[in-house]
Every structure is written in structure tokens, then in C-alpha cells.
């Protein structure tokens, strides 16, 4: 660890503060991190830890749900900036809208979405778990399915249901190009495409493997594969490359890379994370995220609800 990696731990020790990092966060802040997971794994530790403070390094929708399911601890973000083009795309007034113009219909939402949002829905779902929590309602439930458009669609897809879909989509997500991967397929015909849900179902159609970003790092790790094209955040290679260094992974480049210093898609938001905003919001104890009790109060049901059947199906 460098200088700042260890006063950023040492004053996490004072604090008695747990520092969580998402999988797409940048390698250094993920190596600072006393946890680092996907969605429904940070959603379960937050829900477990002792800790005083938790310090989310991901965005701002991961930090609400810290809040909601830890709410009599300090919960800090070390850029509020750090938001979700997905759970930009459903607003949490438009999406009650929405389910009121719709009686009857059982409503799951991703987690990538505002607290408000989640306020209006049955159970929350990640990419985790998304399939089999909606596989737990019978076959005749009418279901309202929000926001990411994609996973939706992949999961009527695999499940033969017509969930009501809301018209939201990840920017990072959306952008993986179709041309980009029949080129790096052509240069590794060896290679594996690891894809996640996200993307549009044309990606999606030449994958190997569909997943979480936690399954495709598993299915990295653990299987006989040597070579992989992944289409996530590129974030997830730096624990790939952690857990299996004699594996080759190779990122999918967005549709156009005009702007980008890499080949590869990265979440903007998320890279909003840093070292040194992590030392700052542990010095000053803030930013703080805070939740309306009563958005919170309603938002807890289904969120704990999806933590109660994830730990039901084992997930």
C-alpha cells in the first residue's frame, strides 16, 4: 500500500468505519477497500456490518441503500457527484406514476435505482438474483419490471414472461460495440465473451456467458478458460486479473472510443472515487447520505425482501 492507502486505513481503524468498494471502481480504490463486491454482495454486508460508519465507494443509489438498511450509522459517499445514468432514467415521481396507471401489477425494480423509486416496489432486484426472484412469483403474475430495459428484456427472454418493461438503460452498458468484439473474437478465436445484462441484446446474443459482474468473475476464475472478452465495466479486470494472473482478459471498447484514454468502457461516475476523497470523507465525516424516514421506512420492505430470498435461494 502506498502512503495515503495507509492513512486512509489507519483512520478507518479510529473510526471503526468499514470501507466498501464496488467492482467497477478504479484498482486503487478497490485495493484500499475492506470489502469489494457487486450490488447484492455490498447490499448484504451493509446489512451485516458492526461498523460505526460505512464509507460506500461506488454511487450514490448504493449509498441510499447503506442509509436504508443501516440507519442509525453514519453512512458517507466520497463524491455525492457519484451518480447512475440507469437510476437517472427512472425518476422516482415518474415511476409512481407509472405504477399507478397500472393497478394489479406486482412491481420489482433494479437496485439501481433512487430510494423514492424503490419507495413504489415490491422486491428489489440485482443482476445477482434478478432472474430467480422473478422466477418466485407464478407464471400468470403481472409484473412491472424497472428500469434497465435490457436485463428486463434478457429476462422475459429467458423466462417467457412479458414483464411490463420501463424504458431505462445503463450509458455504459449501452454503448458496447457489436463491430468491437467480432474484431477481438477474429484477433482471439480462443477467447470466451463474458457479458453482462445490461448490455443490449445484440451483445448479449454473441456471448458466451450472461452474468453479474460477480458471476462472470467467477466463471473467470473457476473455469478452464484461458482468454476472455468482457463486456462490463472495465473495472471488474482488475479483480480478474487478481484472481487468476495467468488468465488473459481483454475489455470491449465502446461503440466510438473518441474521448476515451483507453480501449475499453468505463463508468464515469464511478471513477469519481479516489484516494483522496475517501481520506477526505473520513476526516471531515462527510458527505453524508441521508434518506427522507419516510421514503426510507417504505424503501426497506423490498429491499429487505430481496435479501431475505437471496439468503432463501442461496445467493
Not at 415518474?94 to 419507495?119: D, Q
Not at 432486484?125 to 419490471?145: G, L, M, Y
Amino acid at each position: 500500500m502506498n502512503t495515503l492507502q495507509q492513512r486512509i486505513r489507519q483512520i478507518a481503524r479510529e473510526r471503526k468505519a468499514v470501507i466498501l468498494a464496488h467492482y467497477y471502481t478504479t484498482a486503487e480504490v478497490q485495493d484500499v477497500a475492506d470489502f469489494v463486491g457487486d450490488s447484492l454482495a455490498l447490499a448484504q454486508k451493509a446489512a451485516q456490518t458492526d461498523a460505526e460508519v460505512i464509507v460506500m465507494c461506488g454511487v450514490h443509489f448504493m449509498a441510499e441503500t447503506c442509509k436504508i438498511l443501516c440507519p442509525e450509522k453514519t453512512v458517507l459517499i466520497p463524491d455525492p457527484a457519484a451518480g447512475c445514468s440507469l437510476a437517472d432514467s427512472c425518476p422516482g415521481e415518474a415511476f409512481g406514476r407509472f405504477v399507478k396507471e397500472h393497478p394489479g401489477y406486482k412491481v420489482i425494480s433494479y437496485v439501481n435505482t433512487s430510494a423514492l423509486t424503490k419507495a413504489y416496489t415490491d422486491v428489489v432486484v440485482t443482476s445477482s438474483n434478478a432472474r430467480q426472484i422473478v422466477d418466485s412469483f407464478p407464471a400468470s403474475e403481472k409484473i412491472i419490471f424497472g428500469p434497465d430495459r435490457n436485463l428486463g428484456s434478457y429476462i422475459n427472454a429467458v423466462t417467457g414472461r412479458n414483464m411490463l418493461l420501463w424504458d431505462g438503460a445503463c450509458h455504459v452498458h449501452e454503448r458496447f460495440s457489436v463491430a468491437e468484439i467480432l474484431k477481438l473474437k477474429a484477433a482471439h478465436p480462443k477467447a470466451e465473451v463474458l457479458a453482462h445484462p445490461e448490455c443490449k441484446g445484440a451483445v448479449l446474443k454473441m456471448a458466451d456467458v450472461v452474468g453479474s459482474t460477480a458471476k462472470l468473475l467467477r466463471y473467470a476464475v473457476e473455469g478452464d478458460g484461458q482468454e476472455f472478452i468482457v463486456a462490463t465495466e472495465s473495472g471488474i479486470l482488475h479483480e480478474m486479473q487478481k484472481q487468476a494472473p495467468g488468465k488473459n482478459f481483454i475489455p470491449v471498447p465502446p461503440e466510438t472510443s473518441e474521448g476515451h484514454t483507453c480501449a475499453c468502457n468505463e463508468c464515469q461516475y464511478m471513477r469519481l472515487n479516489s484516494l483522496q476523497k475517501i481520506l477526505d470523507c473520513l476526516q471531515h465525516n462527510a458527505p453524508q447520505i441521508d434518506v427522507p424516514a419516510d421514503v426510507a421506512q417504505r424503501a426497506a420492505v423490498p429491499i429487505r425482501r430481496m435479501l431475505e430470498i437471496s439468503e432463501k435461494l442461496g445467493l
